[in-house]
């Protein structure tokens, strides 16, 4: 019988070495966890350290061991592995254990009793799969003793707690806490602690908000764990197993509203820069430009405008849905109502009501305040009344045709519409918020709501801080919620006479003043077999021998083909490249009108240039990034400080950016596009401002896209407004009268505490009033004098075309507006004439 034992033995250690060697061959390296680091979110920052955006794939806060209350370290090794200080990785009584349980439970169907350390745990989680096989089993045996071996058992416990997964996308117990409690780690109870430590066998099992007797029974029997351990007295345990499970749902904390275009801006500059998996597992933690005031108002600026032209163009476009009627309504809408779900895009200070009642000049609706995030039967009903008085906008839409001004309440609502509507009272509290827009007249009756609905049209803001590049604020559109399309940087669109600057700029630089007259007279491109291309102006008229600064504040079409024939257009193009507008463009006169297509983002930059005298300006979002460890990885820029201090001690900090163009006549320019504002098409930018402001409208062919661009000495800001799909706005829609009111609600308010500040002349230049403008000179100009003009200047000129300049018949020529630029070919003022063949830009 001995020998029997002995043989049996000895197999069995063959077997057992046989298996060893086979299992452990290729197994992963448990070198790595020594130096491991766990996937953790990364968090995007407002300039004021408010949140911006989480960006994970999986919810984890690493949080050292040191950091782990004893309590909850305690509940989890009594719950899990009991010996977990004592074995060498597996626990050889437990797994015994175990197979007795397995073996008198054979044939039930259940799953095999568990009797993993926490050591195999992390081995499983970290280094296996979850599968139910021998061979995996193995190796998580083989590899458990190796990462004994290898990390001491705090570093192990610490990968433990952070790496479990604990149910509603919780993973490790900083994350569980805030998931089921909304709490900290050192805020949790014992037996708040003894819960968390209930869960790795089946976080939905014992779900409280789903199955709070089954969570209380397991969460007992954790707390008894404890105390068979002597981790708790018997006191405490009695204490513990008497109180409720209490889950609170986890707040998230506030994001900045309205910065979700910006924050996935930077979500897309790190993944360029760091890849996408250190973006969202490699807890940076990133700091931004935005400032959520200055954020606050571009969202409401835009929206502002958006409506505005909604209500000039779009008309009523109809209900939401509509409730079935009858008699039982008034009784039945507070259920009815919830089955309407919110449209996207609906701003969340609006709300879904239903038409009650109607009469011919109101409509009596009711909400619940409910609704937003709850049933609305979990809401108080709320009423308010809709005046036809209010609603001489709603011209019924019908098919493409809108319709006359509504007469009576029926000719936009029944009784069971379903409408979007903002209470009086919403915008009475917005009126109070800092910088918040008055009311409209009239909203003293207190049950007055107004009639509400998405607009088609969008548009973008975007705002640069001229000194530095950093972007203070970013609007991609009406919603983030109905289309994550970033127009503000992403769009390319036809900026129109927005663009001129860049031809006057190249002008000034090659020597022409202020004061040089050029002739606003017909202009023909003889394209060949392609036509003749015609340009005008917006006004349909000519207005014979015009100085350049007066062209550029009345946007002259005509003058700056001149313009720009004469300097040429490959020296307009290395202009606008320079100004980082585009980043090449057809050498074509079509293009010196704004023929070419940019982003709202870009001109912001090339206007910050101009506002900072001639300077390059970089648009930036981030200023700085830190890895998990806190360490800076990257910054924005940093100004050189070696001895930059004056014999005072005062820091001195140089401009070191690049200078892009000359800062005479960069100065030249900022003077005349202050011309624009003050007595030219961007007039509407200025009024109330009370400041130095240069600036220029833009509208592309056809009225596509309308723009205002303006700087002071210290922000500059774009507006933009369009249609996703190209489409006219409407013949009156123009920069300055649609995208400048927008700039000068929000710079009202960008500007509210900042002191006027004046643009400061270079060395070189005499500023001298002609009339009633006041323009920049070089020493080497005579204010108010004008060279004898060129044969092209002087008379209507019919040009042959440019070396590979065929302008092309989709961008035949934008004007403010451009659609202006079918004018006839030969005609006086006042005269009519006929556009033929019918392509764009071709008589």
């Known amino acids: 019988m001995v020998g029997l034992g002995l043989i049996a033995g000895l197999v069995a250690g063959l077997v057992l070495y046989a298996g060893y060697r086979h299992y452990s061959a290729e197994l992963p390296d448990v070198d790595g966890l020594r130096s491991y680091q766990p996937r953790v979110m990364s968090r995007v920052f407002a300039s004021d350290a408010s949140l911006i955006a989480e960006l994970a794939t999986e919810r984890r806060l690493f949080v050292p061991l040191k950091a782990i209350p004893e309590m909850v370290q305690r509940a989890f090794i009594s719950a899990e592995d009991q010996n977990f200080w004592a074995h060498p990785g597996i626990d050889p009584v437990a797994i015994l254990r175990a197979v007795v349980m397995d073996l008198q439970s054979y044939g039930q169907g259940r799953r095999p009793a568990g009797a993993s350390t926490i050591t195999q745990q992390v081995t499983k989680n970290m280094l296996l799969d979850n599968s139910l096989s021998i061979a995996r089993k193995a190796k998580e045996l083989i590899l458990a003793v190796r990462i004994e071996n290898s990390l001491t058992k705090e570093r192990i416990l610490e990968l433990y707690l952070n790496e479990i997964y604990l149910g509603l996308q919780a993973y490790g117990v900083a994350a569980a806490a805030q998931s089921y409690f909304n709490k900290s780690l050192d805020e949790l109870s014992l037996a708040e602690a003894a819960f968390l430590a209930a869960l790795p066998k089946a976080p939905n099992n014992y779900n409280p908000f789903r199955r709070p007797e089954a969570?209380?029974?397991?969460?007992?029997?954790?707390?008894?764990?404890?105390?068979?351990?002597?981790?708790?007295?018997?006191?405490?345990?009695?204490?513990?197993?008497?109180?409720?499970?209490?889950?609170?749902?986890?707040?998230?904390?506030?994001?900045?509203?309205?910065?979700?275009?910006?924050?996935?801006?930077?979500?897309?500059?790190?993944?360029?820069?760091?890849?996408?998996?250190?973006?969202?597992?490699?807890?940076?933690?990133?700091?931004?430009?935005?400032?959520?005031?200055?954020?606050?108002?571009?969202?409401?600026?835009?929206?502002?405008?958006?409506?505005?032209?909604?209500?000039?163009?779009?008309?009523?476009?109809?209900?939401?849905?509509?409730?079935?009627?009858?008699?039982?309504?008034?009784?039945?809408?507070?259920?009815?109502?919830?089955?309407?779900?919110?449209?996207?895009?609906?701003?969340?200070?609006?709300?879904?009501?239903?038409?009650?009642?109607?009469?011919?000049?109101?409509?009596?609706?009711?909400?619940?305040?409910?609704?937003?995030?709850?049933?609305?039967?979990?809401?108080?009903?709320?009423?308010?009344?809709?005046?036809?008085?209010?609603?001489?906008?709603?011209?019924?839409?019908?098919?493409?045709?809108?319709?006359?001004?509504?007469?009576?309440?029926?000719?936009?609502?029944?009784?069971?519409?379903?409408?979007?509507?903002?209470?009086?009272?919403?915008?009475?509290?917005?009126?109070?918020?800092?910088?918040?827009?008055?009311?409209?007249?009239?909203?003293?009756?207190?049950?007055?709501?107004?009639?509400?609905?998405?607009?088609?049209?969008?548009?973008?803001?975007?705002?640069?801080?001229?000194?530095?590049?950093?972007?203070?604020?970013?609007?991609?559109?009406?919603?983030?919620?109905?289309?994550?399309?970033?127009?503000?940087?992403?769009?390319?669109?036809?900026?129109?006479?927005?663009?001129?600057?860049?031809?006057?700029?190249?002008?000034?630089?090659?020597?022409?003043?202020?004061?040089?007259?050029?002739?606003?007279?017909?202009?023909?491109?003889?394209?060949?077999?392609?036509?003749?291309?015609?340009?005008?102006?917006?006004?349909?008229?000519?207005?014979?021998?015009?100085?350049?600064?007066?062209?550029?504040?009345?946007?002259?079409?005509?003058?700056?083909?001149?313009?720009?024939?004469?300097?040429?257009?490959?020296?307009?193009?290395?202009?606008?490249?320079?100004?980082?507008?585009?980043d090449n463009m057809p050498r074509v006169l079509p293009a010196a009108l704004g023929a070419v297509e940019t982003t709202v983002l870009r001109m912001a930059g090339a206007y910050a240039s101009i506002a900072a005298g001639g300077r390059e300006v970089i648009p930036t979002l981030i200023d700085s990034v830190q890895d998990r460890d806190g360490k800076v990885i990257a910054r924005a820029r940093a100004e050189p400080c070696s001895g930059c201090k004056d014999p005072a001690g005062v820091p001195l900090l140089a401009d070191t950016r690049r200078q892009i163009a000359d800062p005479a006549s960069n100065f030249q320019l900022i003077t005349m596009m202050q011309g624009v504002v003050q007595s030219g098409t961007g007039q509407s930018a200025g009024i109330g401002l009370n400041r130095p402001i240069g600036g220029k409208t833009g509208t592309s062919q056809d009225f596509n896209d309308v723009w205002f661009?303006?700087?002071?000495?210290?922000?500059?800001?774009?507006?933009?407004?369009?249609?996703?799909?190209?489409?006219?706005?409407?013949?009156?829609?123009?920069?300055?009268?649609?995208?400048?009111?927008?700039?000068?609600?929000?710079?009202?308010?960008?500007?509210?505490?900042?002191?006027?500040?004046?643009?400061?002349?270079?060395?070189?230049?005499?500023?001298?009033?002609?009339?009633?403008?006041?323009?920049?000179?070089?020493?080497?100009?005579?204010?108010?004098?004008?060279?004898?003009?060129?044969?092209?200047?002087?008379?209507?000129?019919?040009?042959?075309?440019?070396?590979?300049?065929?302008?092309?018949?989709?961008?035949?020529?934008?004007?403010?507006?451009?659609?202006?630029?079918?004018?006839?070919?030969?005609?006086?003022?006042?005269?009519?004439?006929?556009?033929?063949?019918?392509?764009?830009?071709?008589?």
Request: charged share 20%.
């Open 709 to 843: 661009g303006g700087f002071t000495a210290d922000l500059a800001a774009i507006v933009w407004l369009g249609y996703d799909m190209p489409a006219s706005l409407g013949g009156s829609e123009t920069g300055g009268s649609t995208a400048a009111p927008i700039w000068r609600e929000f710079m009202t308010t960008a500007l509210k505490n900042r002191p006027p500040l004046a643009f400061i002349p270079p060395a070189g230049i005499n500023l001298a009033r002609l009339g009633d403008t006041i323009d920049a000179f070089k020493l080497d100009q005579v204010p108010g004098a004008s060279a004898p003009l060129g044969e092209n200047d002087a008379a209507p000129a019919v040009v042959a075309p440019q070396a590979g300049a065929g302008a092309p018949s989709n961008a035949a020529s934008p004007s403010d507006p451009a659609s202006a630029a079918r004018t006839p070919p030969t005609r006086a003022p006042g005269q009519g004439g006929r556009v033929d063949g019918g392509i764009p830009g071709l008589y």
């Open 215 to 582: 969570a209380k029974g397991r969460r007992d029997w954790v707390i008894d764990r404890m105390a068979e351990d002597r981790v708790i007295t018997a006191a405490q345990a009695i204490q513990a197993k008497a109180s409720p499970i209490q889950p609170a749902a986890f707040r998230r904390q506030e994001t900045v509203p309205g910065a979700d275009w910006f924050g996935e801006d930077v979500r897309r500059r790190l993944v360029d820069s760091y890849g996408a998996d250190a973006t969202t597992q490699g807890g940076l933690m990133v700091s931004t430009s935005l400032d959520p005031s200055l954020q606050a108002a571009a969202d409401r600026a835009l929206r502002g405008g958006l409506m505005a032209y909604d209500r000039k163009h779009g008309g009523w476009r109809g209900a939401v849905a509509q409730l079935t009627p009858g008699p039982n309504l008034p009784a039945t809408w507070i259920t009815q109502l919830p089955q309407t779900p919110r449209p996207p895009g609906m701003l969340s200070e609006w709300r879904l009501a239903v038409v009650l009642e109607i009469s011919d000049n109101e409509a009596r609706v009711s909400w619940s305040e409910g609704q937003a995030d709850q049933p609305a039967a979990l809401g108080q009903p709320h009423h308010g009344t809709l005046l036809l008085s209010d609603l001489a906008w709603a011209r019924p839409v019908k098919g493409k045709q809108m319709g006359p001004p509504p007469r009576r309440m029926s000719d936009l609502v029944q009784p069971g519409s379903v409408v979007m509507v903002e209470p009086a009272r919403q915008l009475a509290l917005a009126a109070a918020a800092p910088g918040g827009k008055p009311p409209p007249r009239g909203l003293g009756r207190r049950d007055r709501v107004l009639l509400r609905q998405i607009p088609l049209v969008q548009g973008a803001l975007v705002c640069i801080d001229v000194a530095t590049g950093r972007v203070l604020a970013m609007v991609g559109g009406w919603s983030f919620q109905l289309s994550q399309f970033n127009r503000a940087s992403q769009a390319q669109r036809q900026p129109g006479s927005a663009f001129k600057p860049f031809v006057y700029l190249t002008a000034l630089q090659k020597g022409i003043s202020p004061s040089q007259r050029f002739l606003d007279a017909p202009f023909v491109l003889d394209q060949g077999a392609g036509g003749r291309w015609r340009p005008g102006n917006f006004g349909l008229d000519f207005n014979g021998p015009v100085a350049l600064s007066a062209a550029l504040a009345k946007s002259l079409n005509l003058v700056t083909i001149r313009v720009a024939d004469r300097v040429g257009m490959e020296a307009v193009a290395q202009t606008a490249i320079a100004f980082h507008v585009v």
